[in-house]
């Protein structure tokens, strides 16, 4: 059902639907009508459910897929009926979608041998897309024109201006894919290998390079858009946060100087700009930032959780821990958060196990969630707890600081234990060396029978090393160290009590060299 759902979801067809052209398209009392409301009133309908409503019958599968195949032909074949002005859209959208109008129409023409009314389709849409710079459009309607004036009309002089247009903007084109495909290899790589940083670093340098020069002969949107992209990836895998915010600044003056609104570049630049303000704990201009632009994310939508949970960082690195709390109520509260990809949810989940600490740690002057469960929040975040690349570290950390809070010490031993071997088996000390680090400091707790005092002392070399790499510098994603991890560490300390602990299953001191190994 997921591609009928995705169709009926994300269009919009409720004008269409208070037309008269609706009951032809679906006409009422039919099957194909009474499927269409069926999912417009449930986004989780199944097809068991489905066939159950429709056919009284959980087995009437086979009868289902038929039904559902030619109601999604009947949507498919009505999408240029659609109101392109939809609420959110930016002008430069709306464009977007009226010059695909005009192509399909003038395209139909040509094969209907109606050429002269496809013309004048394919002139509006060059003016339109000259405007608003699509490229690729402005290059096929060029390519239409020329062929029609110089071999049908034997109009010289129109056709020497749309032949020039037509190789200028296959040029611009081709600058604009090579600059696409440059910055889809190194993310690519960056997703699905395990290059180092560096290399990362000299091959996105390299691939700029190449960009550049085009930067400051062109203006293209697309071309600007993805060579940006790539002089920031340029300089964030160097984790120098201060020229990416200076080069998101830039970028985004470059954009608001276009003679149209587009969303997409603003979205991607001021988020990019208040990642940098996590990086260098810069909460007040991360927070102007969120303040004075955060409309542009429309709440619900995906980009509109992951703006909030850069705030959440934000706050949280920078100890503005009641503002961290606020803004994780507020996203649990939203109601469009059960629909989100499961990355998105559990995200949240971990924010959550987060803030209840620090209001348990009387960090955020708030109250703890009473019916907040360790147990229930680990099942919450299967994904992520399986992730043995990062992502799943928050989580070890957050169970074993419940469980010291929590008092429960014999639980909280054999979490050591296992972060213990975790970290030998995992953590790398390049990939990973302030989580390494961190990790080894909680390992020395159980060692000294939790003594708040003992801990410290056990732990302070490592601490040291923890200062010798700030995050800002460290080589890992942000929403790893989701709070730094020296504030954690005090809060952990606060956590301990004054006196020893004789559990059950106190370990003996190990016996190791005083060399640190990492």
Not at 99 to 116: D, E, I, S
Not at 411 to 429: F, Q
Request: net charge positive; proline share 5%; charged share 25%.
């Amino acid at each position: 059902m997921r591609d009928l759902i995705e169709l009926i979801h994300r269009l919009p067809w409720r004008r269409l639907q208070s037309s008269p052209m609706w009951g032809t398209l679906l006409p009422p009392d039919t099957k194909m009508a009474r499927l269409f409301s069926l999912v417009q009133a449930n986004a989780d309908l199944t097809e068991a459910e489905a066939a159950e409503e429709l056919y009284g019958s959980t087995d009437a599968l086979s009868r289902l897929r038929s039904l559902k195949s030619k109601t999604k032909e009947r949507l498919l074949g009505a999408i240029f009926l659609l109101e392109p002005n939809e609420v959110g859209f930016s002008d430069r959208q709306q464009a977007y979608c009226e010059c695909q109008r005009r192509w399909a129409t003038a395209l139909a023409l040509l094969h209907k041998k109606a050429p002269a009314v496809a013309v004048e389709q394919l002139e509006i849409m060059l003016r339109h897309a000259e405007h608003f710079e699509f490229t690729e459009l402005a290059m096929s309607a060029a390519f239409h024109l020329r062929h029609y004036y110089g071999i049908l009309m034997g109009d010289v002089e129109k056709y020497r201006y749309y032949r020039r247009l037509y190789r200028q903007y296959q040029a611009l084109w081709s600058l604009e894919n090579e600059a696409e495909e440059l910055y889809g290899d190194i993310t690519s790589l960056m997703a699905a290998t395990r290059a180092s940083q560096q290399d990362i670093a000299l091959t996105a340098q390299s691939y700029t390079q190449r960009i550049e020069p085009h930067l400051r002969i062109h203006t293209s949107f697309r071309l600007h858009l993805n060579g940006r992209l790539l002089q920031m990836l340029a300089y964030s895998s160097r984790n120098d946060y201060h020229t990416v915010a200076n080069l998101c600044e830039d970028a985004l003056s470059f954009f608001r100087s276009k003679p149209y609104q587009s969303q997409l570049p603003l979205q991607i630049f001021y988020y990019q700009l208040v990642v940098c303000c996590v990086q260098l704990r810069n909460f007040g201009r991360g927070q102007q930032v969120l303040r004075e632009h955060g409309h542009l994310y429309l709440p619900g939508t995906i980009n509109w959780y992951k703006v909030q949970e850069l705030y959440f960082l934000l706050a949280t690195h920078t100890q503005h821990y009641d503002e961290a709390f606020d803004t994780c109520a507020t996203v649990l509260q939203n109601a469009e958060l059960a629909q989100q990809p499961p990355y998105i949810r559990e995200a949240w989940k971990i924010y959550e196990a987060y803030a209840q600490l620090l209001a348990h740690a009387r960090r955020a002057d708030r109250i703890p969630n009473p019916t907040f469960r360790i147990g229930k929040f680990l099942n919450e975040v299967p994904t992520f707890s399986k992730d043995l690349r990062g992502k799943n570290i928050p989580i070890l950390i957050a169970q074993l600081l419940f469980y010291i809070q929590q008092k429960r010490y014999d639980a909280a031993i054999d979490r050591v234990e296992a972060l213990r071997k975790y970290t030998d088996r995992y953590v790398r000390k390049n990939e990973r060396f302030r989580s390494n680090c961190f990790l080894k400091m909680l390992v020395q707790i159980p060692q000294v029978a939790f003594h708040r005092e003992a801990a410290a002392r056990k732990a302070e070399p490592y601490l040291k090393r923890l200062a010798q790499v700030p995050v800002e510098v460290a080589n890992q994603p942000y929403e790893v160290e989701i709070i730094p991890y020296e504030d954690l560490w005090e809060m952990t300390l606060d956590l301990l009590p004054k006196e020893r602990i004789r559990s059950r299953t106190t370990p003996k001191p190990t016996q190791k060299r005083s060399s640190l190994v990492l």
